[in-house]
Protein backbone atom coordinates (compact mmCIF):
# COMPACT_ATOMS: atom_id res chain seq x y z
CA UNK A 1 0.00 0.00 0.00
CA UNK A 2 1.41 3.41 -1.24
CA UNK A 3 0.57 6.16 1.56
CA UNK A 4 0.04 9.62 0.85
CA UNK A 5 2.74 10.77 2.71
CA UNK A 6 5.12 8.17 1.44
CA UNK A 7 4.55 9.39 -2.06
CA UNK A 8 5.03 12.92 -0.73
CA UNK A 9 8.59 12.04 1.32
CA UNK A 10 10.01 10.19 -1.70
CA UNK A 11 9.48 13.20 -4.06
CA UNK A 12 10.46 15.95 -1.33
CA UNK A 13 13.64 13.67 -0.84
CA UNK A 14 14.69 13.58 -4.44
CA UNK A 15 14.06 16.94 -5.41
CA UNK A 16 15.99 17.97 -2.67
CA UNK A 17 19.13 15.54 -3.91
CA UNK A 18 18.89 16.79 -7.32
CA UNK A 19 19.62 20.34 -5.71
CA UNK A 20 22.78 19.45 -3.76
CA UNK A 21 26.00 20.18 -5.67
CA UNK A 22 28.50 18.98 -3.19
CA UNK A 23 31.50 16.62 -5.24
CA UNK A 24 32.28 13.81 -2.49
CA UNK A 25 29.14 12.70 -0.55
CA UNK A 26 29.69 9.47 0.47
CA UNK A 27 26.16 8.92 2.67
CA UNK A 28 23.12 10.58 3.27
CA UNK A 29 21.04 10.79 6.31
CA UNK A 30 17.32 9.91 7.15
CA UNK A 31 17.83 10.93 11.27
CA UNK A 32 14.72 9.76 12.92
CA UNK A 33 13.55 11.42 16.11
CA UNK A 34 10.04 12.22 17.49
CA UNK A 35 8.96 16.14 18.02
CA UNK A 36 8.82 17.15 21.78
CA UNK A 37 9.54 13.57 22.51
CA UNK A 38 6.09 12.27 21.54
CA UNK A 39 6.19 8.98 20.13
CA UNK A 40 2.62 10.51 17.40
CA UNK A 41 4.73 12.95 16.45
CA UNK A 42 7.19 11.03 14.00
CA UNK A 43 9.70 13.20 11.70
CA UNK A 44 12.52 12.75 8.94
CA UNK A 45 15.50 15.17 8.36
CA UNK A 46 17.20 14.70 5.44
CA UNK A 47 21.15 15.71 4.79
CA UNK A 48 24.42 14.36 3.77
CA UNK A 49 28.16 13.83 4.87
CA UNK A 50 31.25 14.55 2.82
CA UNK A 51 34.48 12.88 2.39
CA UNK A 52 35.98 16.48 3.86
CA UNK A 53 34.00 16.31 6.40
CA UNK A 54 34.86 12.42 7.25
CA UNK A 55 38.94 13.74 6.90
CA UNK A 56 38.34 16.86 9.18
CA UNK A 57 36.41 14.63 11.80
CA UNK A 58 38.97 12.28 12.17
CA UNK A 59 41.11 14.06 14.76
CA UNK A 60 38.20 14.29 17.39
CA UNK A 61 36.54 10.62 16.31
CA UNK A 62 37.71 8.06 18.53
CA UNK A 63 38.79 5.92 15.38
CA UNK A 64 37.97 5.98 11.95
CA UNK A 65 34.48 4.18 11.72
CA UNK A 66 33.19 7.04 14.29
CA UNK A 67 34.28 9.72 12.04
CA UNK A 68 32.09 7.97 9.08
CA UNK A 69 29.05 6.95 10.55
CA UNK A 70 28.33 8.89 13.55
CA UNK A 71 25.56 11.87 12.80
CA UNK A 72 27.31 13.75 15.42
CA UNK A 73 30.34 14.12 13.15
CA UNK A 74 28.67 15.07 10.11
CA UNK A 75 27.62 18.15 8.29
CA UNK A 76 24.36 19.17 10.07
CA UNK A 77 22.95 20.38 7.01
CA UNK A 78 18.79 19.66 7.11
CA UNK A 79 17.83 20.17 3.39
CA UNK A 80 14.20 19.13 4.67
CA UNK A 81 12.49 17.86 8.20
CA UNK A 82 9.75 16.38 7.44
CA UNK A 83 7.08 15.83 9.93
CA UNK A 84 7.22 19.41 11.49
CA UNK A 85 5.53 22.41 10.25
CA UNK A 86 3.72 22.06 7.10
CA UNK A 87 4.18 18.25 6.73
CA UNK A 88 2.90 17.29 9.78
CA UNK A 89 -0.69 17.01 9.04
CA UNK A 90 0.77 14.39 6.06
CA UNK A 91 2.37 12.20 9.18
CA UNK A 92 -1.09 12.63 11.16
CA UNK A 93 -2.99 11.67 8.29
CA UNK A 94 -0.95 8.67 7.82
CA UNK A 95 -1.43 7.79 11.68
CA UNK A 96 -5.21 8.10 11.20
CA UNK A 97 -5.10 6.16 7.74
CA UNK A 98 -2.75 3.29 9.72
CA UNK A 99 -5.32 3.40 12.60
CA UNK A 100 -2.26 3.76 15.03
CA UNK A 101 -2.93 6.30 17.89
CA UNK A 102 -2.25 9.88 18.20
CA UNK A 103 -1.97 12.33 21.24
CA UNK A 104 -0.55 16.09 21.34
CA UNK A 105 1.78 17.00 23.82
CA UNK A 106 -0.86 18.58 26.03
CA UNK A 107 -3.29 15.96 26.28
CA UNK A 108 -4.13 14.36 29.92
CA UNK A 109 -3.78 11.16 28.62
CA UNK A 110 -0.16 11.36 27.43
CA UNK A 111 1.53 10.59 31.14
CA UNK A 112 -0.51 7.17 31.32
CA UNK A 113 1.60 4.02 30.61
CA UNK A 114 -1.25 2.50 29.10
CA UNK A 115 -0.70 5.40 26.54
CA UNK A 116 2.92 4.87 26.31
CA UNK A 117 2.75 1.45 25.54
CA UNK A 118 -0.13 1.64 22.83
CA UNK A 119 2.20 4.60 21.03
CA UNK A 120 5.65 2.67 21.47
CA UNK A 121 5.10 1.10 17.93
CA UNK A 122 4.46 3.97 16.05
CA UNK A 123 8.45 4.70 15.24
CA UNK A 124 9.24 1.44 14.01
CA UNK A 125 6.01 1.59 11.42
CA UNK A 126 7.20 5.07 10.33
CA UNK A 127 11.18 3.39 9.70
CA UNK A 128 9.27 0.90 7.50
CA UNK A 129 7.76 3.28 5.49
CA UNK A 130 11.56 5.07 5.35
CA UNK A 131 12.85 1.58 4.54
CA UNK A 132 10.39 1.33 1.48
CA UNK A 133 11.25 4.92 0.53
CA UNK A 134 15.16 3.92 0.55
CA UNK A 135 14.47 1.01 -1.38
CA UNK A 136 12.48 2.87 -3.80
CA UNK A 137 14.95 5.50 -4.35
CA UNK A 138 17.69 2.53 -5.24
CA UNK A 139 15.36 0.54 -7.57
CA UNK A 140 14.73 3.77 -9.53
CA UNK A 141 18.52 4.91 -9.77
CA UNK A 142 18.27 8.33 -8.52
CA UNK A 143 21.67 8.45 -6.88
CA UNK A 144 23.01 7.12 -10.03
CA UNK A 145 21.74 9.61 -12.07
CA UNK A 146 22.98 12.24 -9.81
CA UNK A 147 26.37 11.24 -8.68
CA UNK A 148 26.82 8.35 -10.84
CA UNK A 149 26.71 5.49 -8.43
CA UNK A 150 24.66 4.15 -5.86
CA UNK A 151 25.12 5.62 -2.27
CA UNK A 152 24.00 4.43 0.90
CA UNK A 153 21.05 6.55 2.47
CA UNK A 154 20.95 5.37 6.40
CA UNK A 155 18.37 5.78 8.29
CA UNK A 156 19.30 6.24 12.19
CA UNK A 157 18.51 7.87 15.38
CA UNK A 158 21.16 9.67 17.67
CA UNK A 159 22.10 6.48 18.72
CA UNK A 160 23.38 3.68 16.91
CA UNK A 161 22.82 -0.51 17.61
CA UNK A 162 21.93 -3.54 15.95
CA UNK A 163 18.20 -2.65 15.27
CA UNK A 164 19.96 0.52 13.10
CA UNK A 165 21.97 -1.45 10.67
CA UNK A 166 19.31 -4.47 9.80
CA UNK A 167 17.37 -1.45 9.10
CA UNK A 168 19.79 0.01 6.60
CA UNK A 169 20.64 -3.28 5.25
CA UNK A 170 16.99 -4.18 4.43
CA UNK A 171 16.68 -0.68 2.89
CA UNK A 172 20.11 -0.11 1.27
CA UNK A 173 21.78 -4.13 0.43
CA UNK A 174 24.97 -4.52 -0.09
CA UNK A 175 25.38 -0.55 -0.17
CA UNK A 176 25.73 -0.80 3.66
CA UNK A 177 29.32 -1.89 4.19
CA UNK A 178 31.56 -3.57 7.39
CA UNK A 179 32.23 -0.46 9.18
CA UNK A 180 29.21 0.37 9.37
CA UNK A 181 27.86 -2.64 10.42
CA UNK A 182 30.38 -3.15 13.38
CA UNK A 183 30.09 0.73 14.47
CA UNK A 184 26.05 -0.30 15.14
CA UNK A 185 27.43 -2.95 16.98
CA UNK A 186 27.02 -6.30 14.43
CA UNK A 187 30.13 -8.59 14.25
Known amino acids: MHSAMKKTLKNLI ?9 PDIY ?7 DENDNPCKPTVTLGYNTERQY ?19 WLQNDFLCFGTGE ?11 K ?8 DPAW ?14 EFVRELVSIVKQIHKEKVLTEKFGKELPIIIHELEYYPE ?11 LI ?3 FLAFCGVK
Open 14 to 22: VSRINEWTE
Open 27 to 33: ALSLFVY
Open 55 to 73: RESLPRAYDEAEARWNYAF
Open 87 to 97: TAASVREWLVK
Open 99 to 106: KLPFYEDD
Open 111 to 124: DDDLTYTRTAYITG
Open 164 to 174: IAQQNVKANGD
Open 177 to 179: DGS
